[in-house]
T-cell receptor, first 113, second 112 residues
Framework: GDSVTQMEGPVTLSEEAFLTINCTYT??????LFWYVQYPGEGLQLLLK?????DKGSNKGFEATYRKETTSFHLEKGSVQVSDSAVYFC????????????FGGGTRVLVKP | EAQVTQNPRYLITVTGKKLTVTCSQN?????MSWYRQDPGLGLRQIYY???????DKGDVPEGYKVSRKEKRNFPLILESPSPNQTSLYFC???????????FGSGTQLSVL
């Protein structure tokens, strides 16, 4: 079946450090890829998405590029802030498979001042 | 304000006592879904609904029921809760199933 694997956390960084969260997927069809973010005590919010190969999603300084050849969608940010502390989820959905959204296990990021 | 509202926010109950978690969205979305979030397992889909009167099982449907009688509401029903259903539950909706999901604030359920 379809699955998403992302690096385990927690990831602890200092402010202004570079952040990378790895995400790889296996899918039976052609997926759309997403990154969601969950701030403490809240529900998930869409951070960015990409719907086809080589698309780059970006938002709030975060970027991720849909790499079909490596089945990856790594999340990056060049200079993190304390307010970026959250849990980040990589996810995919396949329209032909009933559009079920499959999530990775989540990566907790803690940014220290 | 566009939102997904689920209630209650916190619920403690005992094994076997039927409960319902309500979910309502005001965005006229067709797609709605329920997830449970457990440490180390991420979010797993329980049930989803593509439209009114259309529901289908997700990855972990056992022990749960849903209904979609109206477009805006998608309640989650636990007929006989058990301790392994202790979890954080999220309702979500979107205009179509492969578009941005809007999440509720979550329901923390504890079954004793």
């Amino acid at each position: 079946g379809d699955s998403v694997t992302q690096m385990e956390g927690p990831v602890t960084l200092s402010e202004e450090a570079f952040l990378t969260i790895n995400c790889t997927y296996t899918a039976t069809g052609y997926p759309s890829l997403f990154w969601y973010v969950q701030y403490p005590g809240e529900g998930l919010q869409l951070l960015l998405k990409a719907t086809k190969a080589d698309d780059k999603g970006s938002n709030k300084g975060f970027e991720a590029t849909y790499r079909k050849e490596t089945t990856s969608f790594h999340l990056e940010k060049g200079s993190v802030q304390v307010s970026d502390s959250a849990v980040y989820f990589c996810a995919l959905t396949i329209k032909a498979a009933g559009n079920k959204l499959t999530f990775g296990g989540g990566t907790r990021v803690l940014v220290k001042p | 304000e566009a939102q997904v509202t689920q209630n209650p926010r916190y619920l403690i109950t005992v094994t076997g006592k039927k409960l319902t978690v309500t979910c309502s969205q005001n965005m006229n979305h067709e797609y709605m879904s329920w997830y449970r979030q457990d440490p180390g397992l991420g979010l797993r889909q329980i049930y989803y609904s593509m439209n009114v009167e259309v529901t289908d099982k997700g990855d972990v449907p056992e022990g749960y029921k849903v209904s979609r009688k109206e477009k805006r509401n998608f309640p989650l029903i636990l007929e006989s809760p058990s301790p392994n259903q202790t979890s954080l539950y999220f309702c979500a909706s979107s205009r179509e199933s492969n578009e941005k999901l809007f999440f509720g604030s979550g329901t923390q359920l504890s079954v004793l």
